[in-house]
């Protein structure tokens, strides 16, 4: 783990510890479900990118804008969408987050400050621009934080996103949460640049790489990020680099991923790593630990049985929401 | 007596209203800004001395911007973007499509996009194949965006309020041959309800469906018809998503006739939709099957007389109504 200077206190580190509890028990969840025959979506896990969600959520408020993509069910508890919405959603119930409309690619929770999730790789980042321009016009000090992957960084929305954030010098924060694989695609072979974050240079805005497992680096990274952002001083690229141990989709044996270094990136999984951190820098007890995570299990079992419990979306919603008025 | 005036000088004057009545209503698209000129056809002069960073000249970055308008429109900004051209949306068509028109639905009306695009088209100026495609089509059979397309100044200044006063994605096309013919004057401050098409001229033998294009075409063919004594009604959709069924079924349930005449190609078009619906309710009642006239199924060519083939004529939409009448 870092030690610097800006070290969050430790409330915050506990904070950021149950956000990752609470990311890492629903994701259990969700798969054991799913497994189980219980429930039917295509899935995407985070399991391993806990820590830059959790990190950087800690220092937003619901006034921020988040917009994420389909592997962003992290992103979206850490923001503080509660997980009985997502549960209710992803089982097709009229009390889903989006009445089970949706679905996992597109969960929306405004409340929250989560406006759009996008099933389309690089997608949201231009969506993101517009967010923190509407807060930069109304001279808002919000600001908007847009999710992808590695593989996001080759598409051209990324390139006309930041382009456009800069020449605007919107309060935008572009988070490269780098898995290593763009779906099955080792991120060399389809990667022009050693480093995403060297992208930001063509751009003229800041750019930096972190260790994306290590809680205390994404937080003062993404700290940085935000007060330039709120500030007027404009848009940051941030790369952490991480790794997702469930594959591209729940199903996918991830034969593409050579295990030696599967092994390597399951030894600098961030969960147990900075619950040990925790524990040893007397930030909280073995005991306090334990009673906290078993806070958060009874809390993925409520929302589990609120969904289920919840009655299923009506097909007549297929007539609602296309337009603001029903139409013939 | 009603004074005249242009497309163009009739969509400045529905932007710079609305601007004036909403401050919300934000203007984004390439070079659109005075110092750029006003945009390609002006239709924005003036407007960023008057209001600042409201009107906003972008990079060439189809993609960014209208998604940019998306998020902000999300938050109750009310964009209005302009794409240069039409064949332009295909570079930004994952904003539209996939976001622009589905938010809404995917997040259980959560958020909605209260976003206008405006963009232009049209044939007969030897633009060839990327440059003057009418693709209403793609976004006619995209549920949950609206589809405009005025014929005439008035037209133009009534819609464009009503669609950016309007909670859903609208697009907005514009035809570039008719940007400088004069027209009545609209009544500043009020908006043409969407959804709602005009029965231009009544009639009682068939009835001529058309928006955009060819209405400039329809009434002259009609008026030489009329010397014969075939007396055309005549419709102007004006929004063609959604489709205003009502007044078309109304009309030819008098007539008995019908003949649909666009610009865009023929093969799964705006007229093979009316004509559908024409034929689902009144089978029976038809006295002939419905016509349809359009441009032929190929690219938009380059040299004249191809572009002059491409395009359906006068003489096609005299055919296509006698072909009812025998």
């Not at chain 1, 999984?269 to 900075?274: A, E, G, N, Q, S």
């Not at chain 2, 009020?190 to 068939?206: H, N, Q, R, T």
Request: aromatic share 6%.
């Amino acid at each position: 783990m870092t030690d610097t200077l800006k070290q969050p206190d430790t409330r915050t580190l506990l904070e950021i510890y149950r956000k990752m509890v609470r990311i890492r028990l629903n994701d259990e969840r969700f798969i054991s479900l799913m497994k189980a025959g219980k429930m039917v979506m295509p899935y995407y896990s985070a399991r391993g990118q806990e820590a830059i969600p959790a990190a950087i959520s800690v220092q937003l408020t619901d006034e921020d804008y988040l917009v994420t993509i389909y592997r962003g069910i992290h992103d979206m508890i850490a923001k503080g969408v509660p997980p009985k919405l997502i549960w209710a959603e992803l089982a097709g119930r009229s009390t889903g987050a989006c009445k089970g409309k949706g679905g996992p690619m597109h969960i929306t929770h405004p409340k929250s400050g989560c406006m759009v999730t996008t099933g389309i790789v690089g997608a949201g980042m231009p969506i993101a621009c517009g967010l923190a321009l509407a807060a930069q016009l109304r001279g808002e000090r919000r600001v908007a934080v847009t999710n992808f992957g590695d593989g996001a960084s080759n598409i051209g929305a990324f390139h006309e996103s930041l382009n456009l954030a800069a020449v605007w010098k919107l309060p935008v924060i572009f988070v490269c949460q780098n898995n290593r694989y763009a779906e099955h695609t080792a991120f060399a072979k389809g990667t022009s640049v050693e480093r995403v974050a060297d992208r930001a240079k063509s751009y003229n805005i800041p750019g930096v790489t972190i260790d994306g497992n290590d809680p205390l680096a994404v937080y003062r990274a993404a700290g940085e990020a935000i007060e330039r952002a709120r500030s007027g001083g404009g848009a940051t690229l941030i790369e952490a680099l991480t790794f997702r141990f469930n594959g591209h989709l729940i199903g996918d044996a991830g034969e593409y991923i050579p295990k030696a270094e599967y092994d390597s990136a399951l030894a600098a999984d961030p969960y147990p790593k900075f619950r040990q951190w925790l524990i040893d820098g007397r930030h909280g007890t073995q005991a306090a630990i334990e009673a906290m995570e078993a806070e958060v299990k009874s809390d993925v079992d409520a929302a589990v049985a609120f969904a289920f419990a919840s009655p299923l979306t009506d097909p007549c919603e297929i007539k609602r929401d296309v337009y603001a008025h029903v139409t013939a | 007596m009603s004074t005249q005036i242009n497309t163009i000088q009739a969509l400045n004057w529905a932007l710079d209203d609305a601007m004036a009545d909403d401050e919300n209503v934000v203007l984004f698209g390439e070079e659109i800004a005075d110092a750029e000129g006003g945009g390609i056809m002006k239709v924005s002069a003036g407007l960023s001395t008057k209001y600042g960073t409201r009107v906003r000249s972008t990079p060439i970055s189809e993609m960014a911007f209208t998604g940019a308008a998306v998020g902000a429109a999300i938050v109750g900004i009310r964009p209005v973007v302009e794409i240069m051209l039409m064949n332009f949306v295909a570079v930004c068509m994952d904003q539209i499509t996939n976001h622009a028109a589905k938010l809404r639905f995917m997040s259980g009306g959560q958020t909605h996009v209260p976003l206008v695009i405006r963009t232009m088209t049209g044939s007969g100026f030897q633009t060839g194949g990327q440059h003057a495609d009418f693709l209403e089509s793609w976004f006619c059979h995209t549920p949950g965006i609206k589809v405009v397309m005025p014929s005439n100044p008035a037209d133009a200044y009534g819609l464009l309020r009503a669609s950016i006063n309007d909670e859903d994605p609208v697009i907005f096309v514009e035809h570039l041959a008719s940007y400088w013919n004069p027209g009545p004057s609209p009544e500043r401050g009020k908006a043409i309800p969407l959804g709602k098409a005009a029965v231009v001229k009544p009639g009682k033998d068939v009835t001529l469906i058309g928006y955009s294009r060819s209405m400039l075409d329809i009434p002259v063919v009609a008026a030489k018809l009329a010397k014969e004594g075939i007396d055309c009604e005549i419709i102007d959709l004006r929004t063609v998503s959604p489709l205003d069924t009502d007044t078309i079924l109304t009309s030819v349930k008098k007539t008995g006739r019908a003949v649909v005449v666009h610009e865009a190609v023929r093969s799964f078009g705006v007229g093979a939709e009316v004509s559908a619906r024409i034929h689902e309710s009144l089978f029976r009642e038809l006295k002939a099957p419905v016509q349809r006239v359009a441009s032929q199924d190929s690219p938009v060519p380059f040299a004249k007389q191809l572009e002059t083939a491409f395009l359906y004529s006068h003489d096609d939409i005299e055919q296509a109504v006698r072909s009812t009448l025998r």
